[in-house]
Protein backbone atom coordinates (compact mmCIF):
# COMPACT_ATOMS: atom_id res chain seq x y z
CA UNK A 1 0.00 0.00 0.00
CA UNK A 2 1.38 3.77 -1.04
CA UNK A 3 -0.22 6.44 1.01
CA UNK A 4 0.35 9.65 -0.21
CA UNK A 5 0.13 12.90 2.24
CA UNK A 6 0.92 10.39 4.90
CA UNK A 7 0.89 13.16 7.52
CA UNK A 8 2.40 11.50 10.62
CA UNK A 9 1.78 7.97 9.19
CA UNK A 10 -1.09 6.75 12.24
CA UNK A 11 -4.03 7.30 9.78
CA UNK A 12 -1.97 5.22 6.82
CA UNK A 13 -1.48 2.49 9.32
CA UNK A 14 -4.33 1.71 11.06
CA UNK A 15 -5.96 1.29 7.37
CA UNK A 16 -3.37 -0.93 6.74
CA UNK A 17 -3.50 -2.85 9.81
CA UNK A 18 -7.45 -3.05 9.51
CA UNK A 19 -7.25 -4.62 5.53
CA UNK A 20 -4.48 -6.80 6.61
CA UNK A 21 -2.37 -4.94 4.08
CA UNK A 22 1.48 -5.91 5.75
CA UNK A 23 3.71 -3.39 3.41
CA UNK A 24 2.98 0.22 3.95
CA UNK A 25 5.09 3.11 2.07
CA UNK A 26 4.39 6.16 3.39
CA UNK A 27 4.45 9.50 1.06
CA UNK A 28 4.98 13.01 2.93
CA UNK A 29 7.08 15.80 1.86
CA UNK A 30 7.20 17.76 5.68
CA UNK A 31 9.90 16.89 7.16
CA UNK A 32 8.32 17.95 10.49
CA UNK A 33 5.66 15.76 9.54
CA UNK A 34 8.19 12.60 9.34
CA UNK A 35 9.35 12.66 12.43
CA UNK A 36 6.31 11.52 13.85
CA UNK A 37 6.53 8.09 11.84
CA UNK A 38 7.51 5.42 13.75
CA UNK A 39 10.78 3.78 13.36
CA UNK A 40 11.40 1.18 10.50
CA UNK A 41 8.41 2.61 8.65
CA UNK A 42 9.30 3.02 4.60
CA UNK A 43 9.02 6.30 3.43
CA UNK A 44 9.26 8.51 0.49
CA UNK A 45 10.21 12.30 1.43
CA UNK A 46 8.79 13.57 -2.15
CA UNK A 47 5.75 15.63 -3.47
CA UNK A 48 3.00 13.79 -5.35
CA UNK A 49 4.52 15.58 -8.09
CA UNK A 50 7.48 13.71 -7.67
CA UNK A 51 6.06 10.12 -8.34
CA UNK A 52 7.72 9.42 -11.48
CA UNK A 53 10.58 8.43 -9.72
CA UNK A 54 9.00 5.41 -8.01
CA UNK A 55 9.31 2.73 -9.72
CA UNK A 56 7.32 -0.35 -8.15
CA UNK A 57 3.62 -1.40 -8.24
CA UNK A 58 1.00 -1.35 -5.53
CA UNK A 59 -2.22 -3.19 -4.92
CA UNK A 60 -3.94 -0.30 -2.52
CA UNK A 61 -2.93 4.02 -3.42
CA UNK A 62 -4.67 6.08 -1.05
CA UNK A 63 -4.36 9.53 -1.36
CA UNK A 64 -7.33 11.27 1.42
CA UNK A 65 -8.25 14.21 2.99
CA UNK A 66 -8.11 16.39 -0.38
CA UNK A 67 -4.48 15.41 -1.27
CA UNK A 68 -5.56 16.38 -4.56
CA UNK A 69 -6.53 19.58 -3.57
CA UNK A 70 -3.10 20.96 -2.53
CA UNK A 71 -1.69 20.38 -5.63
CA UNK A 72 -1.84 23.64 -7.83
CA UNK A 73 -2.98 23.16 -11.19
CA UNK A 74 -5.37 20.64 -13.41
CA UNK A 75 -2.23 19.73 -14.96
CA UNK A 76 -0.35 18.97 -12.20
CA UNK A 77 -3.52 16.43 -10.91
CA UNK A 78 -3.84 14.81 -13.55
CA UNK A 79 -0.11 13.87 -13.84
CA UNK A 80 -0.54 12.77 -10.10
CA UNK A 81 -3.41 10.99 -10.96
CA UNK A 82 -1.47 9.31 -14.27
CA UNK A 83 1.40 8.27 -12.02
CA UNK A 84 -1.55 6.88 -9.86
CA UNK A 85 -2.73 5.08 -12.95
CA UNK A 86 1.19 3.69 -13.27
CA UNK A 87 1.95 2.37 -10.35
CA UNK A 88 -1.22 0.46 -9.04
CA UNK A 89 -0.99 -3.56 -10.14
CA UNK A 90 -3.20 -5.29 -12.29
CA UNK A 91 -5.61 -5.86 -9.88
CA UNK A 92 -5.09 -2.96 -7.79
CA UNK A 93 -7.35 0.10 -6.55
CA UNK A 94 -7.24 3.45 -5.62
CA UNK A 95 -8.86 5.53 -2.75
CA UNK A 96 -8.99 9.63 -3.34
CA UNK A 97 -11.01 11.51 -1.21
CA UNK A 98 -11.56 15.18 -2.16
CA UNK A 99 -13.79 18.44 -0.97
CA UNK A 100 -16.74 19.28 -2.44
CA UNK A 101 -17.28 22.22 -3.46
CA UNK A 102 -21.36 21.40 -3.25
CA UNK A 103 -21.33 19.84 0.02
CA UNK A 104 -24.26 22.01 1.19
CA UNK A 105 -24.04 20.37 4.87
CA UNK A 106 -20.44 21.36 5.24
CA UNK A 107 -20.12 25.04 3.70
CA UNK A 108 -24.12 26.11 4.22
CA UNK A 109 -26.62 26.62 1.32
CA UNK A 110 -26.13 29.99 0.11
CA UNK A 111 -21.86 29.60 0.02
CA UNK A 112 -22.94 26.90 -1.91
CA UNK A 113 -25.59 28.40 -4.32
CA UNK A 114 -23.39 31.37 -4.72
CA UNK A 115 -20.61 29.40 -5.80
CA UNK A 116 -22.95 27.49 -8.14
CA UNK A 117 -23.78 30.61 -9.88
CA UNK A 118 -20.27 31.80 -10.63
CA UNK A 119 -19.43 28.34 -11.97
CA UNK A 120 -22.15 28.89 -13.79
CA UNK A 121 -21.14 32.09 -15.32
CA UNK A 122 -17.33 31.72 -14.79
CA UNK A 123 -16.87 27.93 -15.83
CA UNK A 124 -12.76 27.33 -14.86
CA UNK A 125 -10.89 25.36 -12.76
CA UNK A 126 -9.89 28.31 -10.58
CA UNK A 127 -13.03 28.42 -9.40
CA UNK A 128 -12.58 25.61 -7.03
CA UNK A 129 -9.48 27.51 -5.54
CA UNK A 130 -10.17 28.60 -1.97
CA UNK A 131 -8.34 29.92 0.97
CA UNK A 132 -8.88 28.39 4.54
CA UNK A 133 -8.26 30.01 7.89
CA UNK A 134 -8.92 29.26 11.18
CA UNK A 135 -7.54 30.39 15.03
CA UNK A 136 -5.81 29.08 17.69
CA UNK A 137 -6.00 30.65 20.64
CA UNK A 138 -4.66 34.27 19.15
CA UNK A 139 -2.56 32.62 15.92
CA UNK A 140 -4.74 32.76 13.10
CA UNK A 141 -3.79 30.18 10.03
CA UNK A 142 -3.94 29.95 6.75
CA UNK A 143 -3.73 27.55 3.59
CA UNK A 144 -4.98 27.34 0.07
CA UNK A 145 -6.59 24.14 -2.07
CA UNK A 146 -8.71 23.46 -4.62
CA UNK A 147 -12.52 22.03 -3.99
CA UNK A 148 -13.88 19.68 -6.19
CA UNK A 149 -17.35 19.05 -8.48
CA UNK A 150 -17.90 15.28 -9.32
CA UNK A 151 -17.66 16.57 -12.82
CA UNK A 152 -14.58 17.86 -12.40
CA UNK A 153 -12.94 14.87 -10.57
CA UNK A 154 -14.63 12.51 -13.46
CA UNK A 155 -13.19 14.48 -16.08
CA UNK A 156 -9.69 14.23 -14.33
CA UNK A 157 -9.86 10.89 -13.38
CA UNK A 158 -10.90 9.81 -17.52
CA UNK A 159 -7.75 11.99 -18.27
CA UNK A 160 -5.56 10.25 -16.28
CA UNK A 161 -6.89 6.43 -17.65
CA UNK A 162 -8.49 5.52 -14.08
CA UNK A 163 -11.75 4.05 -14.12
CA UNK A 164 -14.28 5.26 -11.35
CA UNK A 165 -16.03 2.30 -9.61
CA UNK A 166 -17.65 3.66 -6.58
CA UNK A 167 -18.17 7.17 -5.45
CA UNK A 168 -19.72 7.75 -1.87
CA UNK A 169 -20.73 10.52 -0.48
CA UNK A 170 -19.15 10.96 3.70
CA UNK A 171 -19.91 13.40 5.72
CA UNK A 172 -16.65 14.55 7.75
CA UNK A 173 -18.40 15.57 10.87
CA UNK A 174 -20.04 11.99 11.74
CA UNK A 175 -18.35 9.71 9.67
CA UNK A 176 -21.68 8.62 8.24
CA UNK A 177 -22.13 7.64 4.11
CA UNK A 178 -24.45 9.86 2.40
CA UNK A 179 -27.24 9.37 -0.23
CA UNK A 180 -26.68 13.03 -1.62
CA UNK A 181 -23.62 13.97 -3.28
CA UNK A 182 -24.78 17.40 -1.46
CA UNK A 183 -24.29 16.16 1.95
CA UNK A 184 -20.98 15.54 2.24
CA UNK A 185 -17.10 15.14 0.97
CA UNK A 186 -16.32 12.17 -2.13
CA UNK A 187 -14.66 9.35 -1.54
CA UNK A 188 -13.45 7.71 -5.08
CA UNK A 189 -12.57 4.30 -5.69
CA UNK A 190 -10.23 4.07 -8.77
CA UNK A 191 -8.95 1.29 -10.90
Avoid at 35 to 40: C, D, L, M, V
Wanted: glycine share 8%; with cysteine.
Amino acid sequence: MLDVGSGDGRRAQRIAAAAGIETLVLLEPSKAMRRHWPAGIRGLPIRAEDLDTVEEAFDVITCLWNVLGHISSEAQRVYVLRQFARLLSPNGIVFIDVNHRYNMREYGFLKTVGRMALDYLLPNERNGDVIARWTLGEMTFATSGHVFTDREFTRLSHKAGLEIRKRISVDYRSGQVRRSPFGGNLLYCLA
